[in-house]
């Protein structure tokens, strides 16, 4: 696609539930990253693929939260048995390789969990 | 543990010049990077610079880099109600850590 592609665009859902968001990244990016954001709050480094490399995935705060990518194409960041504290807005980027200079952000999921 | 800071607001007049500091902690650095954020969009690079350079010019943005302070500054010239935004610092050690985000409010 032309761009990096996120959904839902916003996620309401009840305290315990589990969600799933998706990421399309740009085609042909091999590198792909999940932030997140809370409000007023820098962004957070969640999990990064790499190729067919092992995942790096020290920012994961908890075993509630997941990852899953297929080859090259979409990743899901699946959040477990939610909580309110996960509210945020859950960014993905996507980068040819490993080179962050040519990374691009996708508008983001905003997660409020009620 | 790596951190980036940034003061959260700036306010400056439309035409004056805007300068947004930011500062790191990991010294091994290799890019650090200026993202802009406009309500409701994505993060959008506006500019990088490679560790061992200590300016980078490009149109009415220059980012100087101060190493040895790890201080690094974004100076958005002629400011225009259309840069209005949100500015991410973001250094690139292990991985990439951002900073909290300078808010630019533009005076008329």
């Known amino acids: 696609g032309a761009g990096v592609s996120q959904s839902p665009s916003n996620k309401v859902t009840e305290k315990g539930k589990d969600v799933e968001l998706r990421c399309d990244p740009i085609s042909g990016h091999t590198a792909l990253y999940w932030y997140r954001q809370r409000l007023g709050q820098g962004l957070e480094f969640l999990i990064y693929f790499q190729g067919n490399s092992a995942p790096d995935k020290s920012g994961l705060p908890s075993d509630r939260f997941s990852a899953e990518r297929t080859g090259e194409s979409v990743s899901t960041l699946t959040i477990q048995r939610t909580q309110q504290e996960d509210s945020a807005v859950y960014l993905c980027?996507?980068?040819?390789?490993?080179?962050?200079?040519?990374?691009?952000f996708g508008q983001g999921t905003r997660l409020t969990v009620v | 543990g790596e951190d980036v800071e940034q003061s959260l607001f700036l306010s400056v007049r439309e035409g004056d010049s805007s300068v947004i500091n930011c500062t790191y902690t990991d010294s091994s650095s290799t890019y650090l990077y200026w993202y802009k954020q406009e309500p409701g969009a994505g993060l959008q690079l506006l500019t990088y610079?490679?560790?061992?350079?200590d300016m980078k010019q490009d149109q009415r943005l220059t980012v100087l880099l101060n190493k040895k302070d790890k201080h690094l500054s974004l100076r958005i010239a002629d400011t225009q109600t259309g840069d209005s935004a949100i500015y991410f610092c973001?250094?690139?050690?292990?991985?990439?850590?951002f900073g909290k985000g300078t808010r630019l409010h533009i005076l008329p």
């Open positions: 610079i490679f560790s061992n350079m």
């Open positions: 973001a250094e690139k050690g292990d991985k990439i850590i």
């Open positions: 980027a996507s980068s040819q390789g490993g080179s962050w200079t040519e990374a691009f």
